[in-house]
């Protein structure tokens, strides 16, 4: 065992955090879909603001990477340098 002249909390601490951390991601109780947090504040909406990462350019990515198609690849890289036009990018705003 290692001497720590800084102090800190112990293995103990740390397994009780984990517990707690556990308890709260698996209750014993069933979860109902309203106690669940919507996510983070970049979680792409329907109704929300624009992302650049929305399920247009992650399925055309993920198809073309999955089926070595070009032509779809391209159709990405369209949605991608389109996004130029709605400021989603700082490179965007620049004129």
């Given at each position: 065992m290692t001497t720590s002249r800084i102090g800190g909390v112990g293995i103990e601490t740390i397994a009780e955090e984990a517990l707690q951390r556990h308890r709260r991601a698996y209750p014993t109780r069933v979860v109902?879909?309203?106690?669940?947090?919507?996510g983070g504040e970049y979680q792409w909406r329907r109704d929300g603001e624009y992302h650049l990462f929305n399920p247009d350019t992650v399925f055309k990515l993920q198809h073309a990477t999955?089926?070595?198609q070009y032509a779809i690849f391209?159709?990405?890289?369209?949605l991608v340098d389109d996004q130029n036009r709605r400021h989603a990018t700082l490179r965007?705003?620049?004129a």
């Amino acid at each position: 065992m290692t001497t720590s002249r800084i102090g800190g909390v112990g293995i103990e601490t740390i397994a009780e955090e984990a517990l707690q951390r556990h308890r709260r991601a698996y209750p014993t109780r069933v979860v109902g879909q309203s106690d669940l947090e919507w996510g983070g504040e970049y979680q792409w909406r329907r109704d929300g603001e624009y992302h650049l990462f929305n399920p247009d350019t992650v399925f055309k990515l993920q198809h073309a990477t999955r089926s070595g198609q070009y032509a779809i690849f391209k159709e990405y890289t369209t949605l991608v340098d389109d996004q130029n036009r709605r400021h989603a990018t700082l490179r965007g705003l620049l004129a």
